[in-house]
């Protein structure tokens, strides 16, 4: 009771907004909201009706079957990430948010990971909470040196200390570490010296051997907080990576939102189909999404998926955030079905909008343009 009334007490403290900028309308004095729709916490009445509706029918229920899981063919990763000039573009599934990507940049290339959790549990605590339903697909041993971290919020299953503090200190030096404003402060308490902070459709550029990368924090419609007393202080977001030979989008965590087309149209003069085309790659959540009641607002479900693939104009997407933490209602199996539904209802072909076994690498074809033969 002590600690329940402590942290009701801390979420009624005032926090002021250090970056605030009263010409941005996603900024507040005390912090951040989304640009379409304000978030609005679900107070403990509709928590408690949840998890009894939940209860009653004893959801989730069980998959029919389990996520699928591979090994993961790390001889090609290895040998890829020493290719340098010749690098596969490539994505490997360690599960949930997580993800290698290895971007071609100049003679050596960037290994890249999204939201890295690799911790039993997606909670505070090591004994209580999301528990994985599987290892990761890769495990933290097995990463080749990793260049670029990007975070994109700070929600424990997407931002886990054990992971965070692990890559700071693997050999030959930290990563660099790319987050939404007022993550920075607590990634030097948990043992990273310095982190690039990003607003809304800020940019960071990334040179190596005389090519450049250009990493933009995107909007998304979500939340932040770690605690009842920090709701909305940290900012949230997914990313666009720019490399002249590959284009990639993490959506993040989010509702369906106007953000997209947004998104789509801002990057569009630079992805014509001279220069191109779209995004060779989007990472777009498709789990985590039932009772639409609670979650509409923060999680998409896959027919709206769909329609952000469709939005930005990504060539080929990879549906993750379903099958390694049972955070909602549905069946962990549930997400790709309800996936394949929609990308037939929208007209797409099977390949354009699918999902990876946990542990598996897709490979994909470098960007071509007028000027460069296919």
Known sequence: MAAVASALLLAGCQHVNPYYDASKPHHRPDGFQNRYLEFQPKGLQALARWRWEAWRQDLPKAPASPPPTVTPDLAFIRANAAAGGTMVPSMTFIGHASALLQIPLGDHGLQVLTDPVFSERASPLSFIGPKRAQPPGMALADLPHIDLILITHNHYDHLDEASIRALAAQPGGPPL???????????????VADAVELDWFESHTIERDGAVAE???????????RSLGDRLQTLWGGYALLAPEFHFWFAGDTGYSKDFADIGARFAPRQTPESGGGFDLAMIPIGAYEPRWF??????????SVRIHQDVGAKRSIGVHWGTFNLTDEPSDQAPLDLAVARRAAGLPDDAFTTLAIGQTLRLPRRTTASKPA
């Open 177 to 191: 570490f790319v987050v939404p404003l007022g993550i920075a402060a607590w990634m030097r308490s948990h043992g």
């Open 215 to 225: 990493v933009t924090l995107t909007p998304s419609q979500h939340w932040s907080g």
């Open 295 to 304: 979650m509409r607002e923060q999680h998409v479900n896959p027919a709206e």
